[in-house]
Nanobody
Framework: EVQLVESGGGSVQAGGSLRLSCAAS????????IAWFRQAPGKEREGVSC????????YYADSVKGRFTTSSDNSKNTVYLQMTSLKPEKTAVYFC?????????????????????WGQGTQVTVSS
């Protein structure tokens, strides 16, 4: 059973930075995709970024390119999301999700239903 545990959320002022972590356990393959999603109250879950371990590709939503960076520590099966220049309207619960596949197409990574396993989420609150 795959388990994902997010950490690092909190409160920050607009323009500030936070780093989220997603620790994965129970993965049975070295080939996997771990993605970050966020969901604001009353809104749909939105794909933020996705890291694929087999080919080392990282995908980003257009809205976060240049401000967010995803990195990984494969020895710890942990994926990080470094967020900078945070905006109040992006206050949300941030989730990580995993799928054990050797490759994930750039045209599907942002679809929540592509992923089999989800963390419990961590709240990120950005104040103006």
């Amino acid at each position: 059973e795959v388990q994902l545990v997010e950490s690092g959320g909190g409160s920050v002022q607009a323009g500030g930075s936070l780093r989220l972590s997603c620790a994965a356990s129970g993965l049975t393959s070295d080939a996997y995709a771990i993605a970050w999603f966020r969901q604001a109250p009353g809104k749909e879950r939105e794909g933020v970024s996705c890291f694929t371990s087999e080919d080392g590709l990282t995908y980003y939503a257009d809205s976060v390119k240049g401000r967010f960076t995803t990195s990984s520590d494969n020895s710890k099966n942990t994926v990080y999301l470094q967020m900078t220049s945070l905006k109040p309207e992006k206050t949300a619960v941030y989730f990580c999700a995993a799928l054990e596949v050797p490759h994930l197409d750039g045209g599907v990574w942002y679809r929540p239903y592509e992923y089999e396993d989800w963390g419990q989420g961590t709240q990120v609150t950005v104040s103006s």
